[in-house]
């Protein structure tokens, strides 16, 4: 059965609910006026179950929902909640545009999940923004923010002012490396490094892994940093790919594909790395 003990408080009325699935850290924040839930999860049972796991922890009705980004495993449990969705505006815009494509990626890989997947119907958020946006919650506010490219171009951050907790999605994971996929290894180590660290306080939440502190968002804005460096290096010719693994933060298999990311986006750099 749910239980308000499953959640861990780690700021004033700021709760974190940790999944076995992906080891996903799923935030709720209560305010007077309501609550508002940080991602919704991977497909309708899973979102049905944290549906309940928030109806254990509080009574106060969900005044919104927040994407931290695009991918299946923080926003295919939108339907379940509806609408405000928040997002960033290319949040909204990959699911509608890619969710169906990005679907069938994730059935090929894990087929476990298929019949699951197969039922999600895609929601993209309804109230999008492109820098910043402000949820009133009555007695306090959350403050959404897109501080640049980094794990996707539609990153966003959600601060508690009030309580030292900043929810930081998948641009920062603690207790397994950062995924790079489909993201901007140079503009996340700048992201992170230069305008993310400016909003660190008391505790930081990632999309995967255990809530932190300080010490924790340094480390990894260090490694982005230096894995930027090494992929700047490498395209120079200045350094081969031995060194590159060698030095790297992470492991190779990460390493190797953050690494044709970097290239791809040096070669190509992003037209809106802030913004638009």
Known sequence: MPSAADWLEVGDRVFVRRYAFLDQSIGAVIGGAGAVV???RSTGPQA???????????DAPLVA???THHHWDHAFGNERFGPPIWGHDRCAAALRDAGDAMRERVIADLPELADELAEVRIVPPDRTFDEAARLDLGDRAVELRYLGHGHTDNDVVALVPDAGVLFVGDLLENDAPPSFGDSFPIAWAETVGQRLMPLVRDVVVPGHGTPAGRDFAERVAGELGLLARLIASSRAGTIGLDEVLATSPYPADTTRVALERGRRELENPPHHPRGG
């Open 48 to 58: 049905d179950e944290l549906a309940a796991d928030l109806r254990a922890l509080t």
């Open 65 to 67: 929902v927040v994407n």
């Open 38 to 40: 940080m991602d919704t």
